[in-house]
């Protein structure tokens, strides 16, 4: 076989896969939109949930689930930049900047579940805050602290030599530097990492699911230890009543719901991401 | 005045300047000039310690500046870099106004009032004769002006905190002949007020700016020939350059 003949094989093979790849996701794209779409009623957004779910619509799960991500954010947010300008600005070893990286994918890798488990006999048991949304929020935010903290090393590692060097150069001292030159001209590339800490904390569903969500019989929650509503838990219990076809039919428009929740921050995330790279290259 | 006292300087086993000792007269320019690699960028960086972060750097002996020996434990090394500035082959400018780049420094390092800024702000960029040029813009964006316009801005950045050493890594390197020539004059005219060290490949431009010419060489300095001396001698200027 020639070179050329090889060649043609592996791009062929590459497409393939490439095409696999893509139809899956156009798959599931079209199967929430045909099933999830006609559930989608006038106010299917903006109005309360009735009938065990089987009517109305999915505003208060929505707002739950906003609720714990934004909660788990702003509470892993912190701990994430700290960590990460520990990492590139105050840390001189190269050997320990290395093993730190490999704890957080390590720490990514870990199965959900456990998270939720750990976090739930920490948090709910040990700290006595129970199965309520502010557990949730805290199991939430460590289980997204690897993603974010990942994405916000990215874009502080892909800042520019100079502009440090710039810094440096005029006599700033290292805090000076974080607050001057490193966070203004990061500033994209966290709420990049930012928006994609919450698509991971959108898409989690078996950590919260016993610790920190309710499917009925609260609205917002009105102290730090009600549980609330959340479009996971909804889909899963309407999901479960295979009887009702009204339950199904919500189950997909809920379901379509979270997908463009996801879908909507992970758009940001890539169109903010594309201004930062076109920025650097400037 | 600059003192190396057998200064040696290397990036684990490799030893880039070695045994170095020289001195540098004060309100001069020295221009350093050595093949690529030769350890010119690392003889300027070290100068305001821009090295001290890279994992397997390590020194050995002494730099004095004005007396003091600049790696002492107990020197600030902030104070430091605002007293010795560097300024880079490429002209680095941050995304914001042609203002906020002048007194970017000067807002933290210095305990000069807000007040006094915009006269800080044209006092340096008449300075490095950009004032004229710029006066009408001050809040248009730096990254708005052209290489040569960026470069003068960077260095009336680092005059704004008042250093009295200026590095130059090559500066003109990315500019045209005209903002070559600006810069060059500008230099010139700075050495009165500041001890200036010129990194350059230009042998030419070395001998028409500077008071003194060295050659890195295998990690020492030696003096250039003068012109005078190359004319009478040719060969002197490859001796000094290529051969051991």
């Known amino acids: 076989m020639t070179a050329i003949t090889i060649e043609k094989v592996v791009r062929v093979f590459i497409a393939g896969i490439t095409f696999i790849i893509i ?18 009623h006038d106010d299917f957004l903006f109005a309360e949930s009735k009938d ?15 609720i714990l991500m934004t909660t788990a954010v702003l509470l892993s947010l912190p701990v994430a930049l700290g960590s990460v300008l520990f990492q590139t600005e105050y840390l001189a070893s190269g050997k320990f900047k290395t093993l730190l990286t490999q704890l957080t994918y390590l720490l990514n890798a870990t199965p959900t579940i456990l998270f939720g488990l750990v976090g739930y006999l920490f948090f709910g048991v040990y700290l006595d805050t ?42 700033l001292s290292r805090s000076s530097q974080i607050r001057r030159v490193i966070l203004p001209q990061c500033f994209y590339g966290i709420v990049t990492g930012v928006l994609l800490g919450l698509a991971r904390a959108a898409g989690e569903t078996a950590a919260i699911m016993f610790t920190a969500t309710t499917f009925s019989g609260i609205q917002f929650p009105q102290s730090f230890s009600d549980p609330v509503p959340t479009l996971q838990t909804h889909i899963l219990i309407l999901a ?9 039919a919500q189950a997909w428009g809920s379901g379509l719901v979270l997908l463009g929740l996801v879908f909507i921050l992970t758009l940001m995330a890539w169109l903010i991401r594309t201004r930062v790279v076109m920025e650097s290259e400037l | 005045m600059i003192q190396f006292k057998n200064f040696t300087a290397a990036f684990g086993e490799r030893e880039v300047l070695k045994s170095m000792t020289c001195n540098l007269t004060g309100n001069s320019i020295t221009a350093i000039i050595g093949v690529s690699g030769s ?40 104070s430091l870099r605002r007293k010795v500035g560097m300024i880079f082959q490429k002209p680095c400018v941050f995304p914001i106004s042609i203002f906020d780049n002048v007194v970017f420094g000067v807002r933290e390092v210095t305990k000069i009032p807000k007040k006094d800024y915009p006269d800080l702000a ?32 960077t260095l009336a950045r680092t005059l704004a905190v008042g250093p009295d050493v200026l590095l ?42 500077a ?34």
């Open chain 1, 23 to 40: 139809g899956l996701l156009v798959s599931i794209f079209s199967i929430m939109f045909i099933k999830g779409f006609p559930a989608f």
């Open chain 2, 211 to 244: 008071d003194r010419v060295l050659v890195l060489k295998e990690g020492q300095v030696v003096d250039l020939p003068a012109p005078i001396e190359r004319q009478e001698n040719p060969s002197s200027l490859e001796d000094v350059l290529y051969n051991s």
């Open chain 1, 52 to 66: 065990f779910g089987r009517a109305g619509g999915v505003f208060y799960q929505s707002a739950g689930t906003l």
């Open chain 2, 39 to 78: 350890g010119k960028t690392t003889l300027l960086r070290v100068l305001c310690r821009m090295n001290d972060r890279i994992e397997n750097f390590h020194i050995k002996g002494n730099i004095l500046i004005g007396g003091k020996d600049i790696f002492r434990p107990d020197n600030n090394v902030y």
């Open chain 2, 122 to 153: 044209e006092k340096v960029l008449r300075e490095v004769f950009l004032w004229e040029e710029v006066k009408d813009r001050l809040n248009e964006k730096a990254t708005t002006l052209s290489q040569g316009q960026q470069q003068r801005l």
């Open chain 1, 130 to 171: 129970g199965v309520s949304w502010v557990t949730g929020s805290m199991i939430l935010a460590v289980m997204i602290l690897p993603t974010l903290q990942v994405s916000l090393r990215e874009a502080v590692e892909a800042l520019p030599q100079k502009y440090r060097e710039a810094g440096m150069a005029l006599g």
């Open chain 2, 168 to 209: 130059m890594d090559e500066p003109t390197s990315s500019l045209d002949p005209e903002s070559t020539a600006a810069i060059e004059k500008l230099v010139i005219s700075l050495k009165n007020r500041h001890t200036i060290l010129w990194v350059t490949h230009q042998h030419d431009q070395a001998h028409s700016i």
């Open chain 1, 240 to 248: 479960q009543e295979a009887a009702h076809p009204e339950s199904i």
